[in-house]
């Protein structure tokens, strides 16, 4: 999806095509706290992860089906993480939220503010009904923000994904629109 932008009072979440280098992203990411509940981002984030990174980004900026939004704090601009909506589907009006934060970010309450805006979003721009987010069992603060934003835990799913080699549980957290 092409020319979104959400404006909070702290960040503004906009694509990043065009806005932000391999630089970037390292400097935003490559902190083991932050890639530790990745699972498609390996441990030894590299500038050739960084230039696939910005080359998937350029390819779904396109599509319907995905909103990828940079992260940028609005008093130096600076790119601070990466918060999505992916399979959106118009049909069961749902999608799967996520995100990530370099990590002298989190812990600030930015992470809640632009998720509670993007999920304003969701619901009242794209129309849909239903957020999905999945979450490693032990990944503590992103399951805080979830239930501080309202998700309701649905579903451990027992050996559900590969994180850096190891199976990993997930809970299912879903959110729903109040009618």
């Known amino acids: 999806m092409k020319n979104i932008t959400i404006e909070t009072t702290r960040v503004t979440m906009k694509s990043p095509v065009g806005m932000i ?28 992860n960084a230039i696939s990174f910005l080359t998937f980004l350029t ?6 089906m ?14 601070i993480g990466m918060m999505s909506l992916e399979s959106i589907n118009y049909n069961s009006k749902s999608c799967e939220i996520g995100y990530w934060f370099a990590k002298k970010y989190t812990g600030k309450g930015i992470a809640l503010e632009a998720a509670r805006n993007i999920v304003e979003f969701a619901f009242d721009s794209l129309k849909l009904n239903t957020i999905n987010a999945y979450v490693i069992k032990e990944h503590i603060k992103s399951i805080s923000l979830l239930e501080r ?4 835990q649905k579903e451990l799913l027992i050996n559900n ?12 957290y879903v959110i729903s629109k109040k009618r």
């Open 21 to 48: 280098d391999t630089s970037d992203i390292l400097n935003a990411i490559n902190n083991r706290e932050t890639l530790e509940y990745l699972s498609e981002v390996p441990f030894d984030y590299t500038e050739d």
């Open 59 to 64: 390819k779904t900026e396109e599509s319907e």
């Open 66 to 79: 995905m909103l990828q939004l940079g992260i940028f704090e609005k008093e130096n601009n600076e790119f």
């Open 149 to 152: 934003l309202g998700f309701i």
């Open 161 to 172: 994904e590969e994180n850096k080699g190891v199976l990993v549980d997930r809970y299912l």
